[in-house]
Structure formats: structure tokens, C-alpha cells
């Protein structure tokens, strides 16, 4: 069994609220490297004996705590804190990425001038490394239709990427602001082609994505729409198992994705 630390008995100086544990140096066998892994844990979990949903986020270092980020905090044990007086409650999984090699892990396509993508590899690290480490240590629901991917720009690729590719394991996807350009939008031609998978997908962008920029924020926000409409084309249903939202005013930021965070756990969590 994993060493599971109480986040805030370790971390003198913190923003985090409620129940957050982590387990240091976890190694990845797909990707022959090691990192510390958070979890999160609803505020009846010490208190039940139930077994929780669990959700896989990217960029990790930015979801519990301002003091960790390098691009402002998501509050997503804030904002479970008060989603659970709603009866929506989660395990939340923050998976930090490595820096330099972020871009190369959140991306599971080559093309255009990407010459490297480990995000398969990644993608099995949830997987085959990660997953089977929780619904040991923890009371999780493993099935698929429990189970979560969620992340946003790259992160949020890479999320609709194991959705698509291993429906199987996730059955709940969100993906905020996406990079849709990789690969000249191969993700696209990758919903198109594997069809209707199932659960629940999320998905949204900004109007101000690039601010400055109105023209690439509109082509951007045009991209998402795009994937919006090849998720209707394949059989998925807006407002049952398809939600799309254009953010008037949204920028590609942690703030606005934070903003935005309550809505994505009611769509797939309820």
C-alpha cells in the first residue's frame, strides 16, 4: 500500500482546505519518471462507507494550492467543499506535470511540428500505474462510468484523448479551452472516426481566449465548436450526455477555468 501523507501537516504554508493527501516520487513505469501524486477526499469520506467517483486531473500543481502553481490555483477541493452540500461528492486526483516535458506527455499525436508524443504513454500511466494504486488504497468506484479525465489547453487534449482512446477506463471526460491545433486538429478526425463511446463529455472555450488577439480567440473558439459538432454528428446529445459552453469573456487562464469548475463536476458528477 502507497504512503499516503496529510498534505497539510507537511506544508507549513498552504491554501488548501479540507482533506488532501500526497504520495511522493510515485514512479511511472510508462514513462520512466517519478511524481508526487494529490488526492483529494470528500468531506464524508472518514465518516461513510461509501465509495466515490474519482476524477484524473492534469496539471496538478495548480488544482488545491496557490502556494504549488506557477499559473494561479483552481480550488478544486474549495469548490468539492461546497458542491458536496449538494450530495456531489468526489475523489479528486491531481497529477502534476513535469515540466519541460508537458507538452511532449500531454501530446498523444505527431504531426505538423510535433515530433514527440508520449501521451499514450501517459495516458497508460493513469491507467495501468495510477488507477490501480487508488482503488487499492482508497473507496473507489472503478468502473468507467466513475471514472474521470479532466484537464484544460494541452491538459485538456490529452484528456479527450484517453477518453476517445480507452473508453473503457474513463467514462467521464471534461475538457477546458482545449488545444485542438495539434496535429492540424487530428482530435477531430479522431472522434469521427471511434464514434459514439458513451458517459459523459464536457467541454468549453472562451471568447477571449488569446486577449489582444480577437481573430485567434475567434478561430479558437470556432475549433471547439467544431469538436462540439463532431461529438452531435457521432450520436451524443447536448444537455444529456454532451455539454458545451462558450464562456462570453473567458481567457485562457486558471481563473477562468476555475470559474467555470462548478458546472463541469454538476454535468458529470449528477
Not at 474549495?78 to 479528486?92: D, P, S, Y
Amino acid at each position: 500500500m502507497t504512503h499516503w501523507s496529510v498534505y497539510t501537516e507537511i506544508r507549513r504554508e498552504h491554501t488548501v482546505h479540507g482533506d488532501l493527501r500526497i504520495a511522493h516520487g510515485v514512479h511511472s513505469p510508462q514513462l520512466n519518471n517519478h511524481r508526487d501524486i494529490l488526492v483529494y477526499l470528500p468531506p464524508s469520506y472518514w465518516h461513510s462507507d461509501r465509495r466515490y467517483p474519482v476524477l484524473y486531473m492534469q496539471d496538478g500543481q495548480n488544482l488545491f494550492d496557490a502556494r504549488t502553481s506557477y499559473a494561479g490555483e483552481w480550488g478544486v477541493d474549495k469548490t468539492l467543499n461546497a458542491l458536496a452540500q449538494e450530495g456531489i461528492e468526489a475523489i479528486a486526483v491531481g497529477i502534476p506535470n513535469m515540466g519541460e516535458a508537458r507538452l511532449a506527455e500531454y501530446n498523444p499525436y505527431i504531426g505538423g511540428h510535433f515530433r514527440t508524443a508520449k501521451g499514450d504513454s501517459y495516458i497508460r500511466f493513469i491507467m495501468d500505474t495510477l488507477k490501480p494504486m487508488l482503488d487499492n488504497d482508497f473507496r473507489t468506484k472503478p468502473d468507467a462510468d466513475s471514472t474521470g479525465i479532466i484537464g484544460s489547453s494541452m491538459g485538456g487534449l490529452i484528456s479527450l484523448y484517453g477518453y476517445l482512446a480507452y473508453p473503457w477506463a474513463f467514462g467521464l471526460c471534461a475538457s477546458m479551452s482545449p488545444s485542438l491545433w495539434i496535429a492540424r486538429n487530428a482530435i477531430l478526425d479522431h472522434v469521427r472516426h471511434m464514434g459514439f463511446r458513451g458517459g459523459k463529455v464536457y467541454i468549453d472555450v472562451g471568447t477571449r481566449e488569446i486577449p489582444g488577439r480577437s481573430s485567434r480567440s475567434t478561430a479558437t473558439a470556432d475549433s471547439v465548436t467544431m469538436l462540439r459538432d463532431e461529438f452531435k454528428q457521432v450520436g451524443y446529445n447536448v444537455g444529456k450526455d454532451l455539454k458545451y459552453v462558450k464562456d462570453k469573456g473567458g481567457d485562457h487562464s486558471e481563473s477562468s477555468w476555475a470559474r467555470r469548475l462548478p458546472d463541469v463536476f454538476r454535468f458529470l458528477l449528477k
